[in-house]
């Protein structure tokens, strides 16, 4: 027996029988009925069995984006005992039972899809009978004999989201698998919330020094030495934000990143900040080579005394966990938005600073002017 989830429009005499004669229990109407299996987002749903049972629904696309990765499937050849779903979270629901036949098992990897799939049931409208589905890359074909040509299903843009059905005393009395409505054209990430907040706080914020060091003219020198001191090093900054929805729809998958990344800011009341970017990134991941430099100078020394010189920046690093909408934009024009957990991660560095201080004392040194390191120039 075959049951379709469609708007019923006509009311002529007949079309009304018909209804009830395909539906033997309003219990399996759409319109009676009101959970995440009747959410939108998902292909024509039909389903194949018999009448009656304990009604179950596993669909978790608008509640957490979850798509089914694994199904093991009971069954010997009078029909199908019981299901195990699992998702893409790792947790498994099962209905029905094991009974004491067949064990099969599809295993499903990260963004691959139904290109097609058939349900029978038993041949007397009893029970559920057979399940084959056809991927791009295996086919799953369990259950008895078939006893007739089935049913194929709708299965839209081909990513498996869940299931829904009822169970029997030994048998599963019926099923329909539910599928995305269309092909993913993008995934979008907004509303980006961070828990907590890292803006104006100084977490794994410290200098990072291109030069460091104290430069002297020695006592003997016949006058003052005029020297700079410039800096400048090439350094890589990274964002990156880190979801699952990657992973559960492909790694090929367009992702955009609706956010304002972090840079490092100087505090109006001393130090070096977390601060929020004027502009907005939509890369999931951005890498950058940036040259940090300043310089100090021309200065000059006189005989016999030195200076503390520092060219540094503030380097950030940070992970930072926060909340977000994932939007799945359909190729249809359709969407489904649902609530994910998320990660960011990054390196940044502060423009750098540059200061040349007086010797705590006068320096003794002898000969030349003591080892300038690179970037120092006298004479």
Not at 50 to 77: H, K, M
Not at 107 to 123: D, F, H, I, T, Y
């Amino acid at each position: 027996m075959r049951f379709t989830l469609l708007p019923f429009i006509r009311t002529s005499v007949f079309a009304t029988w018909a209804i009830a004669a395909v539906l033997p229990t309003e219990r399996l109407s759409l319109t009676k009925r009101d959970d995440s299996c009747d959410s939108g987002g998902l292909a024509p749903i039909e389903w194949v069995g018999g009448s009656g049972g304990t009604y179950f629904c596993e669909n978790r696309l608008q509640s957490s984006g979850e798509v089914l990765t694994g199904l093991e499937v009971w069954s010997d050849d009078k029909g199908i005992f019981g299901i195990q779903l699992t998702f893409s979270s790792g947790t498994s629901v099962t209905y029905g039972n094991q009974g004491n036949g067949r064990t099969d098992n599809l295993n499903l990897a990260a963004g691959e899809m139904v290109e097609s799939a058939r349900l029978w049931g038993n041949g007397r409208g009893q029970h559920l009978g057979h399940i084959y589905i056809k991927t791009d890359k295996q086919e799953f074909d369990v259950g008895m004999p078939k006893p007739n040509d089935g049913f194929a299903a709708n299965v839209g843009g081909g990513l498996l989201m869940g299931a829904f059905g009822y169970t029997g005393d030994k048998y599963l009395t019926s099923i329909a698998f539910l599928y995305l409505g269309a092909k993913i054209d993008h995934i979008e990430i907004g509303n980006v919330q961070f828990d907590p907040d890292p803006t104006g706080t100084s977490t794994n914020i410290a200098p990072v020094y291109i030069i460091d060091s104290t430069f002297g003219n020695p006592t003997n020198s016949t006058g003052p030495v005029p020297f700079t001191v410039a800096g400048a090093e090439a350094v890589t900054t990274s964002t990156t934000w880190t979801q699952t929805t990657t992973g559960k729809f492909g790694m090929s998958m367009s992702v955009e990143v609706e956010a304002k990344p972090f840079g490092i800011g100087a505090k109006i009341t001393g130090g070096f900040e977390w601060s929020v970017e004027h502009s907005t990134s939509k890369a999931q991941t951005k890498t950058d080579t940036i040259t940090v430099t300043n310089t100090v100078g021309p200065m000059s020394l006189k005989p016999g005394y030195g200076k503390e010189c520092k060219i540094f920046a503030q380097k950030g690093e940070g992970n930072f966990p926060y909340m977000s909408t994932v939007t799945l934009k359909l190729v249809d024009g359709n969407e489904v938005s649902y609530q994910e957990k998320g990660e960011l991660q990054t390196v940044q560095y502060s423009k750098a600073d540059a200061s040349c201080v007086d010797a705590n004392q006068p320096i003794k040194w002898e000969g030349t002017l003591r080892n300038p390191p690179k970037g120092v120039t006298a004479g």
